[in-house]
């Protein structure tokens, strides 16, 4: 078990691109979320998958944002049209059905994204 | 809405100098008040759960407590290894929603 892990660990890009996170859950967990933290504050939530379905979006998900999770394995993250707002660290999660019940959710060390 | 506010911001204890970290929270039904520990650049590490008030959870030096408005993550005879982000966060109970919403943290540094 190495637990989630998440690539890159370090994006920069120019605003208007497009990027893709991945992350890798540990691998008997069903649940995967991700998560959006800037500095100083507390992480954001963003979405969540049980399994391959998508059972949750916040708000802060705009139509710039798209995740996957295809097969119920790993999942990405896309952003497409880039702005400068979105510069952040990016969290991927894991748990278990009954973990992400107690809120014990696995971190992964986060992808950090610098919009110039 | 689900709110969670953490004090102090920050914190400079020096080492053996216990205290406490506060978290109000404000949430139409507790499903589970969590904290957890961040160290720079990394993800946040689940520390624990409470379910209810009056309930309490330790481990080594760490204890937490609930009430219905707050927690509270009391440090005894911190070391420097302690130093890190402290996290509170809440889980509603409104349906299957598992979205938790996190305070801003405490920075805790523990001087030698």
Same mark, same amino acid.
């Given at each position: 078990?190495?637990?989630?892990?998440?690539?890159?660990?370090?994006?920069?890009?120019?605003?208007?691109?497009?990027?893709?996170?991945?992350?890798?859950?540990?691998?008997?967990?069903?649940?995967?979320?991700?998560?959006?933290?800037?500095?100083?504050?507390?992480?954001?939530?963003?979405?969540?998958?049980?399994?391959?379905?998508?059972?949750?979006?916040?708000?802060?998900?705009?139509?710039?944002?798209?995740?996957?999770?295809?097969?119920?394995?790993?999942?990405?993250?896309?952003?497409?049209?880039?702005?400068?707002?979105?510069?952040?660290?990016?969290?991927?999660?894991?748990?278990?059905?009954?973990?992400?019940?107690?809120?014990?959710?696995?971190?992964?060390?986060?992808?950090?994204?610098?919009?110039? | 809405?689900?709110?969670?506010?953490?004090?102090?911001?920050?914190?400079?204890?020096?080492?053996?100098?216990?205290?406490?970290?506060?978290?109000?929270?404000?949430?139409?039904?507790?499903?589970?008040?969590?904290?957890?520990?961040?160290?720079?650049?990394?993800? +946040? @590490?689940?520390?624990? $759960?409470?379910?209810? &008030?009056?309930?309490?959870?330790?481990?080594? *030096?760490?204890?937490? =407590?609930?009430?219905?408005?707050?927690?509270?993550?009391?440090?005894?005879?911190?070391? +420097? @290894?302690?130093?890190? $982000?402290?996290?509170? &966060?809440?889980?509603?109970?409104?349906?299957? *929603?598992?979205?938790? =919403?996190?305070?801003?943290?405490?920075?805790?540094?523990?001087?030698?």
């Amino acid at each position: 078990d190495t637990g989630v892990s998440q690539n890159p660990r370090h994006k920069i890009t120019k605003r208007g691109q497009n990027v893709t996170f991945r992350c890798d859950p540990i691998s008997e967990h069903n649940r995967l979320y991700w998560y959006r933290q800037t500095l100083g504050q507390g992480p954001e939530f963003l979405t969540y998958f049980q399994n391959e379905a998508q059972l949750e979006k916040s708000r802060l998900l705009s139509d710039r944002f798209s995740a996957e999770r295809p097969k119920g394995s790993f999942s990405t993250l896309e952003i497409q049209r880039t702005e400068q707002g979105d510069s952040a660290m990016y969290l991927c999660a894991s748990s278990l059905t009954s973990g992400g019940g107690r809120g014990e959710l696995f971190f992964g060390e986060g992808s950090r994204l610098t919009v110039l | 809405e689900d709110q969670v506010t953490q004090s102090p911001e920050a914190l400079r204890l020096q080492e053996g100098e216990s205290s406490s970290l506060n978290c109000s929270y404000t949430v139409s039904g507790l499903r589970g008040l969590f904290w957890y520990r961040q160290d720079p650049g990394k993800g +946040p @590490e689940f520390l624990f $759960t409470l379910y209810s &008030a009056g309930e309490e959870k330790e481990k080594e *030096r760490l204890k937490a =407590t609930l009430t219905k408005k707050e927690s509270f993550l009391h440090i005894t005879a911190p070391k +420097p @290894e302690d130093s890190a $982000t402290y996290l509170c &966060a809440v889980h509603p109970l409104r349906g299957g *929603r598992r979205a938790l =919403t996190f305070g801003s943290g405490t920075r805790l540094q523990v001087q030698p």
